[in-house]
C-alpha cells in the first residue's frame, strides 16, 4: 500500500514551484503537475490530485500560463492510478473556467496528458472514476472530471517498440523479412502479411508511395498500430498518395502545356502543380466569388431535367461541343448539384441533363459547365480528355507556365489511399494520405480505433471516413490536420460515439471544386466535438447529431459559408417530426464572422447564414456560453423544442441575434425553449456614395417568428425570454429589439416596448454611443421647428370626429428641449404643417424631429407634400431612415429620414399620428440640404480579440488596428488599458472609447 506523508490541513494544498516554496521533506516523492486555468467568478479551477483513490491534496488554478505544482507522497513507487480531478467546471457572467493539464510527472518519469496511458473520465464525483463517458487523454479539460494515468510498475520492463512489419523505399525491397533492419519496399507487399497480437505495419517517414493501402482482418489484429516510423514531423510523414506523377513530357502550344498520359488512366478531376490545386476548366470562368455562375433567365420554366439559356450566353456557347460536360447547377440556397449534359438544342436554348435533379432549377438560378478543351483559357486550369488520354494545362503562375517541365505535377488517379477494416482498437498515427479521388483514409467496421497525427488533403471527397455498426464503440480522430478536402473534412456521421479531438480542418470544398460540400466535421449521435479549428468551409462548419448525448465544445469556427447559404458554423438537422432520445450540449465555442453568398441562388434561404443553428425538429439541446460573432444571424432554432440558449455572448450579428422560427402548420412545434442570460450587441449600419440615397441595416436582438402562435408562444409555459441584456452602441432606447409574427400577426418592438411586453429580461444598456454617420448639411429650411415661440405660422387641419383633434403649445414636458408642440389627433389624418420652405430639386436632403408619446402610438409616414395643389409629395421615392415610428408610453421617438425633392416649389412639412386620441409631442423639426455625408464601420469603434487555448495574448492598440495609442473599454464600459493580457481561450469585445464616431 502506498504511503503518503500526513500533512497539516492547510499544507495539503498544493503549491507552485514559482512562489519558491521548497518541499518540507526531502526523502517525499513529488507529483508535478503542469497546470493552467481560466477563473470564472473571481474564481478558478480546482485541481485535486488522488493516488490509488486517496486524496493527496488539492489547489486552486488561477494562472493563465502553465504552471508547476508539486504535491508531495511519501512514495509513488507501488502507485498504480493518478488522478488529476477538476471539481468546479462551471460558467460566471459568461465566461467559461476551464482546467487544462499539459503533463504529470510522477517517479521522475514526464507523461504527456495526451499520452497513451491517460484518459479522461468526464462527471462529478464518483462518476469521475466509473469508467464511462471516457475520453483519450487531452490537455483541456473544459468539464467537471479525472485526467486518469495509469502508471506502470517500476520494475516493468520496457516494451519493445515497433514490433511487426516495416515498409522503406529506399533500402527495402519486397523479397526481405519486413523487419526494421530488412524491412519491404512496397506497400503492395503488406498483402501478404499476418499480423500477430502486439504487432503492427510501420512506413518510413518522408517517403511517398504512389499505391493504395488496403488492409482488413485477414493482414490485422486487434489493437494493431499503423504508423509512420523514423524522423516523423508534421511536414515528413509517411504519405500514401492517390496520385500519379505527370511531371515532365510536356509540349507547349500557344499558351497550353499537354501530355499524354497512359491509357485506361480514369478521370482526372485533382490535379497540382507545384503542390498548387488546379480547377478543371469551366464556363464561364469565376468573376469573383460572388459573381461565377451563369444564371437562366427571367421566365424560365421550373425544370428539373433541362435547363434555358440566356440569349445574352447563346453567342458563346452555339458553336461549341457541351455533350458530356459536367454541368453543376446551385438548384437552391444550399445545393448545388452535378448532371451530364446529354444534349444542347441551340436554336432553343435549352440543355438536357442526363438525370433529373433533386430540386428545380429555376429562374435566375445558376450554373457552370466544365470539363471541355475549348474551355481552358484561364491560369490555373487543366482538362483530362479521356478519350485522346491528354491532359492539358495553363500553369497557375507566370513563372511556372515559362517552364512546366520543371514543375511537379500530380493527378488523382486512385480512389482511396488507405483503407482500413474489420478491427478493434486499430492506431493509426503518423501518416498522411493525400489526392485521393474518393477519400484519403477509410475506417470501415473499426470500432475504437485511435487516430492521431496525421493529415488527409487534397482528396476528391473527405479527408476520412468512418463508417460502423452504431452500436459498437466510436473512434477517436485527434491531433490531425484535414485540408483542401472538396465534400467533407471528417466524414463521421454514420458511426456514433466518435471523439473527434483538437484537430485543424481547413478549405473544405473552397479550393478549385464547383460542386457540392457538405461540413468541415459531421458526426452521428453521442460524438464529441472537442477543441477543434476550422477555417474556409464551403457549407457547414461543423454538422452534428442532436441525438446520444452530443457534445460540440471549445471549437473555433471562421469563415464558413463561403459558397452556399442557409446554413451555419455550427448545424445540427434531424429532419424527422418527434425524433426520440434527442439530447446534445454545444458549448465554448467560438464562431466567426461570416456572410451569405447568394450568386447563382434564388429563393429561400439565401441570405440565412447562422452561427449555431439548431434546424429542422432539433430538441434537447443545450446551447451555453458560447461566442458568436459578426454573421447575419447569431443563434437560431427552426422548429425545435425543449432547447436551452443560454450565457452566451452574441456580437454584431448583422440581421438577428436570438431566431426562433416556427413554419410549420400541423402544430406547434416550438414550445419548451429558453433564451436566458444571453449577452447581445446589435449592429446598425449604413453606406452610399454621396449623392447617392443613403441606406440602412439594423440588427434585431430577437426573432421569433410561430406560424400558429406569434406573441403568445412567448410566456412561461411555452417559449422563455430571460436575463437576456442588450447592449447599445446608438445610445438610443427606440431601435429595432423584437420583431413577432405568425400567420396573422407581425409586430415590431423597441427595447422599451420590448421591456414592458416582456419583463423577464434585464435593462437595455448603452455604455457608449457611437455615431452611425456624419452629415454635411445646409441651412435650416423650416421655421420655428424648436417651437420655441409656439406654434408661430405653422397651421393645422382636424377632420371631424367625435373627439375632435387638437394642438397647444407646451413648456417643461418630459422629451422636449423647451417649448413643444402637443398634437391630439382625433383622426389619423389630422395634421400639423410647417410654413412653406423651398427645397433643391433633385438634391438630398434630411428631415428629423423628436416625438415624445404620452401612450403607445404609432407615428404616421414621413410627408413632406407640395404646398399647393395637387398637395403631393416632395420626396421622388420612398425615405430612406433607421428610424422607427413606434413606441410605449414615455418614449420619445427620435426620426431622421433622408429623402430626394422632386422640385424646388414651396413645400412643407406634415407632422400625423396614427393612433387616435393619444397626444403626442413633437419638437426640434427641421429640413436641411445634405451636401456630403460619411459613414462610420464597427472596425472604427470595436475590435474583436481573443487569445488560443494552448496560450495568452497580448493586445495592443496597433493589434486593434487602432494606431499606435488609443483608449479603449470593455462591452459593459470598464476602462481597459492597453496593452493588455487575455488569458487562454477567452474573446474581449473591445470598443474605442477615442473614436472619432464616439458621441
Request: aromatic content about 8%; hydrophobic content about 40%; proline content about 4%.
Amino acid at each position: 500500500m502506498t504511503q503518503f506523508t500526513a500533512l497539516p490541513l492547510p499544507l495539503c494544498l498544493a503549491f507552485a514551484v514559482a512562489t519558491g516554496f521548497a518541499p518540507a521533506a526531502a526523502s517525499a516523492s513529488d507529483i508535478i503537475v503542469q497546470a493552467r486555468a481560466s477563473s470564472a467568478g473571481g474564481v478558478g479551477a480546482v485541481m485535486e490530485v488522488r493516488v490509488d483513490g486517496r486524496v493527496v491534496g488539492s489547489t486552486e488554478v488561477r494562472s493563465s500560463a502553465y504552471t508547476n505544482f508539486v504535491f508531495q507522497v511519501a512514495s509513488t513507487s507501488g502507485a498504480g492510478m493518478v488522478d488529476v480531478v477538476f471539481t468546479n467546471d462551471a460558467v460566471a457572467s459568461g465566461v467559461d473556467r476551464n482546467l487544462w493539464v499539459k503533463s504529470v510527472t510522477i517517479n521522475g518519469n514526464n507523461y504527456a496528458s495526451t499520452d497513451a496511458a491517460m484518459r479522461y473520465d468526464i462527471g462529478v464525483g464518483s462518476a469521475a472514476f466509473d469508467g464511462q463517458n471516457m475520453l483519450p487523454g487531452q490537455e483541456s479539460l473544459f468539464w467537471n472530471g479525472s485526467l486518469r494515468l495509469t502508471v506502470a510498475p517500476a520494475t516493468a520492463a520496457a516494451p519493445v517498440a515497433g514490433d511487426g512489419y516495416f515498409v522503406d523505399q529506399s533500402i527495402g525491397s519486397d523479397t526481405n523479412a519486413g523487419s526494421a533492419a530488412a524491412p519491404f519496399k512496397t506497400l503492395s507487399r503488406l498483402q501478404s502479411v499476418r499480423l500477430l497480437a502486439g504487432q503492427g505495419i510501420y512506413l518510413k517517414c518522408g517517403q511517398t508511395w504512389r499505391e493504395s493501402l488496403s488492409l482488413s482482418d485477414t493482414q490485422l489484429v486487434d489493437r494493431a498500430t499503423v504508423a509512420g516510423y523514423g524522423s516523423c514531423s508534421p511536414a515528413s510523414r509517411a504519405a500514401i498518395s492517390g496520385a500519379d506523377n505527370f511531371s515532365g513530357g510536356w509540349t507547349l502550344s500557344g499558351n497550353v502545356w499537354s501530355r499524354s498520359v497512359p491509357a485506361g488512366t480514369p478521370q482526372i478531376a485533382r490535379l497540382t502543380v507545384n503542390g498548387v490545386s488546379l480547377r478543371t476548366a469551366r464556363w464561364p470562368n469565376p468573376v469573383t466569388a460572388a459573381s461565377s455562375y451563369a444564371l437562366t433567365p427571367a421566365g424560365s420554366p421550373s425544370s428539373t431535367t433541362a435547363i434555358r439559356v440566356a440569349a445574352s450566353d447563346l453567342s458563346a456557347l452555339t458553336s461549341r461541343d457541351i455533350v458530356g460536360a459536367a454541368l453543376h447547377a446551385r438548384t437552391s440556397a444550399w445545393m448545388i448539384e452535378t448532371r451530364r449534359v446529354t444534349s444542347f438544342n441551340a436554336a432553343a436554348g435549352v440543355i438536357t441533363l442526363d438525370s433529373a435533379s433533386k430540386f428545380p432549377v429555376d429562374a435566375g438560378d445558376g450554373y457552370v459547365l466544365e470539363g471541355k478543351r475549348w474551355m481552358l483559357d484561364a491560369p490555373g486550369e487543366f482538362v483530362h480528355d479521356v478519350a485522346t488520354n491528354t491532359l492539358y494545362v495553363i500553369a497557375p503562375d507566370a513563372a511556372t507556365q515559362s517552364g512546366l517541365n520543371a514543375a511537379l505535377v500530380e493527378g488523382a488517379v486512385r480512389d482511396t489511399p488507405l483503407t482500413l477494416a474489420r478491427r478493434t482498437g486499430l492506431r493509426v498515427t503518423n501518416i498522411a494520405t493525400r489526392m485521393g479521388r474518393t477519400d484519403g483514409m477509410v475506417l470501415q467496421d473499426a470500432p475504437a480505433a485511435i487516430v492521431d497525427s496525421i493529415e488527409s488533403s487534397v482528396n476528391g471527397r473527405a479527408g476520412i471516413n468512418i463508417v460502423q455498426d452504431q452500436t459498437k464503440a466510436g473512434p477517436t480522430v485527434r491531433s490531425s490536420l484535414f485540408s483542401n478536402n472538396w465534400l467533407l473534412g471528417i466524414d463521421a456521421q454514420y458511426t456514433a460515439g466518435a471523439q473527434i479531438v483538437a484537430n485543424t480542418v481547413s478549405a473544405t470544398g473552397t479550393v478549385s471544386s464547383s460542386g457540392w460540400s457538405q461540413a468541415a466535421i459531421a458526426a452521428g449521435p453521442g460524438a464529441s466535438v472537442l477543441d477543434n479549428t476550422v477555417d474556409g468551409s464551403a457549407y457547414h462548419g461543423i454538422r452534428f447529431s442532436g441525438s446520444n448525448s452530443s457534445m460540440v465544445r471549445g471549437n473555433t469556427i471562421t469563415n464558413y459559408c463561403l459558397r452556399l447559404a442557409d446554413c451555419g458554423g455550427i448545424y445540427a438537422w434531424n429532419g424527422a417530426k418527434a425524433v426520440i432520445n434527442q439530447t446534445s450540449t454545444v458549448e465554448s465555442n467560438q464562431v466567426l464572422s461570416a456572410k451569405a453568398n447568394a450568386d447563382g441562388a434564388t429563393g429561400f434561404g439565401i441570405e440565412v447564414v447562422v452561427g449555431i443553428f439548431l434546424d429542422d425538429f432539433v430538441s434537447g439541446v443545450t446551447v451555453r456560453g458560447n461566442l458568436v460573432y459578426g454573421m447575419p444571424f447569431g443563434i437560431e432554432v427552426h422548429n425545435g423544442w425543449s432547447n436551452t440558449i443560454e450565457y452566451n455572448r452574441v456580437w454584431l450579428a448583422t440581421k438577428a441575434a436570438l431566431v426562433a422560427l416556427m413554419d410549420q402548420n400541423d402544430r406547434d412545434w416550438m414550445v419548451g425553449n429558453i433564451f436566458r442570460a444571453n449577452q447581445i450587441v446589435p449592429l446598425k449600419t449604413g453606406s452610399a456614395v454621396f449623392p447617392a440615397m443613403p441606406t440602412f441595416q439594423e440588427s434585431y436582438p430577437i426573432w421569433f417568428f410561430n406560424n400558429l402562435s406569434g406573441s403568445s408562444s412567448i410566456s412561461s409555459s411555452s417559449n422563455v425570454f430571460t436575463g437576456n441584456q442588450v447592449v447599445r452602441l446608438d445610445g438610443s432606447l427606440d431601435g429595432a429589439h423584437a420583431w413577432i409574427r405568425s400567420n396573422t400577426q407581425e409586430t415590431k418592438m423597441s427595447s422599451a416596448t420590448w421591456a414592458q411586453f416582456n419583463t423577464a429580461d434585464a435593462r437595455t444598456a448603452t455604455p457608449l454611443t457611437f455615431a452611425m454617420y456624419s452629415l454635411v448639411l445646409g441651412p435650416e429650411l423650416v421655421r420655428g421647428g424648436a417651437f420655441d415661440a409656439g406654434i408661430g405660422t405653422w397651421n393645422t387641419w382636424f377632420g371631424a370626429s367625435y373627439t375632435p383633434g387638437s394642438v397647444q403649445a407646451t413648456s417643461n414636458s418630459s422629451g422636449c428641449a423647451g417649448p413643444c408642440m402637443r398634437l391630439l389627433p382625433g383622426t389619423d389624418n389630422d395634421y400639423l404643417a410647417s410654413p412653406p420652405f423651398s427645397l433643391k430639386a433633385n438634391a438630398l436632403h434630411v428631415f428629423s424631429y423628436t416625438a415624445r408619446l404620452e401612450q403607445a402610438a404609432t407615428l404616421r409616414f414621413p410627408y413632406i407634400g407640395r404646398h399647393a395643389a395637387p398637395y403631393d409629395s416632395m420626396a421622388t421615392g420612398a425615405f430612406s431612415s433607421s428610424s422607427k415610428l413606434s413606441g410605449v408610453a414615455g418614449e420619445v421617438v427620435r426620426y431622421e429620414g433622408f429623402f430626394t425633392a422632386k422640385a424646388a416649389d414651396p413645400a412643407r412639412v406634415y407632422l400625423q399620428s396614427k393612433t387616435v386620441g393619444v397626444p403626442v409631442y413633437f419638437d426640434n423639426v427641421s429640413v436641411r440640404e445634405l451636401q456630403g455625408f460619411s459613414f462610420s464601420t464597427a472596425a472604427d469603434w470595436s475590435a474583436l480579440a481573443y487569445a488560443p487555448k494552448s496560450g495568452t495574448r497580448t493586445v495592443s492598440c496597433s493589434n486593434l488596428g487602432w494606431g499606435s495609442s488609443c483608449t479603449a473599454v470593455t462591452v459593459d464600459g470598464t476602462p481597459v488599458t492597453l496593452p493588455t493580457t487575455l488569458a487562454a481561450g477567452t474573446q474581449q469585445l473591445f470598443l474605442r472609447a477615442d473614436s472619432p464616431w464616439r458621441r
